[in-house]
């Protein structure tokens, strides 16, 4: 028998946002803000709970979407905890030698006119601390440890979600933000599962301890390596941290040099069957210049994680919305390479038209439904702008 969460028994939430990532917590930062009650849904026991990557470009829009979304003096913090700003971009061979005329479109944001990202107004975030500074001021609105397993729609037209442990709840809406392995989305539209494209991402941190600054170049730290091989890019980024005394509530962070490899399967890891991650990152950069095979020597062995590339193909799947009161928020929905640096922009600008249109609206669904169709449109850009970054960092084999 499904037993209905504490306090739930009688009219549930207004929103249940199933999914305490990025796009998830922004939310229910801004539905607060705004009087909206709802609350968030994670499968994990805990914020912590999992690695969940380390480096996050969030651009000027990201920024903008946290300003709308945060109280003002959650985003000074967010903006506080960002790392230096290195603002120098090297397109590089595997020997540091500069290459030529190879740098995405999408990062040079050519737009503007501008010649870095950190020019375009980008800024480098731990992704963690950026998670810890959106749980501040609701954790009370955080249930952990609560994995969505079903949605139904009662006889009253709410919807009813039933969750692993056996509780359940009561929504008005129910926002999927629970990522690119949506288990909401596979209930409620299977067709909108996103491709595997055939590419992988292995992506790992190297913290700056004395031995690695000593087997580092300092060109590395000094701001983003693009390292174009045969078939496959390597991006690094250092991550240097001058918050002075540590902000409370929020996990101090050593320096590291984030990497990220990334390309076709065959290239990245055809040759390597079975080879655990930090092992293959080190043997692709075996014939490379002495700093990046320091670099990947020195990595953080259990930090080095390997994921499908997998992208949404939204123009086929737009036309069949659910009729449930349910909407779809970030990787949930529109999942994309992570070659564009775009995905959590996104999902944090889904965050904050979402719930502007919460706020003006009397009917969630309604809401819902004027999100959907901004959020079809930008996403759609995302997609295609990250899918273009892709082909320029691995263009000579797709
Ligand atoms: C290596 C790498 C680097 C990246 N770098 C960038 C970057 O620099 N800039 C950028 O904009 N984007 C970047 N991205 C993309 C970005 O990480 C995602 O787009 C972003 O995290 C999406 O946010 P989200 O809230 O939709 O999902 P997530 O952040 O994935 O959060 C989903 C949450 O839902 C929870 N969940 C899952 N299933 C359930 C369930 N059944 N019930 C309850 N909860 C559940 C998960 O535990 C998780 O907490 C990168 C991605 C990768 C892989």
Redesign the pocket.
Same mark, same amino acid.
């Given at each position: 028998m499904t037993v209905l969460a504490d306090g739930d028994e009688m009219d549930g939430t207004r929103v249940a946002i199933?999914?305490?990532?990025?796009?998830?917590?922004?939310l229910a930062q801004a539905l607060t803000r705004a009087g909206i009650d709802c609350v968030v !849904?994670?499968?994990?026991g805990a #914020?912590d709970?999992?690695a969940?990557? !380390?480096? #996050?470009?969030?651009?000027a829009d990201?920024a903008d979407a946290l300003a709308r979304c945060l109280p003002a003096e959650l985003y000074d913090l967010f903006r506080r905890t960002c790392a230096v700003p290195a603002p120098r971009s090297r397109f590089l061979d595997g020997q540091l030698a500069p290459v030529a005329g190879r740098a995405p479109a999408v990062w040079s944001a050519a737009d503007d006119g501008a010649q870095t990202r950190e020019d375009a107004g980008d800024l480098?975030a731990h992704?963690q601390t950026v998670?810890e500074i959106l749980l501040t001021g609701i954790a009370e609105r955080v249930r952990f440890g609560?994995? &969505?397993?079903t949605l139904a729609v009662g006889p009253d037209g709410r919807a009813h979600v039933a &969750?692993?442990d056996g509780t359940a709840v009561r929504a008005d809406l129910v926002v999927a933000?629970?990522?690119?392995?949506?288990?909401?989305r596979r209930q409620l539209m299977p067709q909108a599962e996103p491709l595997d494209v055939g590419a992988v991402?292995l !992506?790992g941190r190297t913290t700056l301890t004395p031995q690695v600054r000593a087997a580092v170049s300092d060109d590395l730290c000094a701001g983003t390596s693009v390292v174009f091989a045969d078939g496959y890019a390597g991006i690094i980024d250092p991550m240097l941290f001058d918050w002075g005394a540590t902000p409370p509530g929020v996990t101090p962070v050593a320096d590291y040099l984030y990497w990220?490899l990334?390309g076709p399967r065959t290239r990245l890891t055809g040759a390597f069957p079975g080879v655990v991650p930090a092992m293959v990152a080190e043997h692709l950069a075996r014939d490379w210049h002495p700093s990046l095979r320091g670099l990947f020597r020195h990595a953080d062995r259990d930090g080095v994680?390997l994921?499908p590339?997998r992208s949404a193909r939204l123009a086929r799947t737009w036309p069949l919305w659910t009729a449930a009161p349910a909407t779809f928020?970030?990787?949930?929905?529109h999942?994309?390479s992570?070659a564009?640096?775009?995905?959590?922009?996104?999902?944090?600008r889904?965050?904050a038209v979402l719930a502007a249109c919460l706020a003006g609206q009397a009917s969630p669904e309604e809401a819902a439904r004027n999100y959907e169709e901004e959020m079809r449109v930008r996403a759609a850009r995302a997609i295609h702008l990250s899918e273009v970054g892709a082909a320029a960092l691995f263009a000579d084999v797709i």
């Open positions: 199933i999914g305490a990532g990025l796009g998830g917590l922004c !849904y994670e499968r994990d #914020l709970g999992r969940q990557g !380390y480096r #996050l470009r969030i651009d990201g480098c992704r998670r609560a994995a &969505f397993q &969750f692993a933000a629970d990522g690119v392995n949506s288990a909401v991402c !992506y990220a990334i994680a994921l590339v928020l970030g990787d949930a929905i999942a994309m992570p564009g640096g775009l995905g959590a922009n996104t999902a944090l889904d965050a």
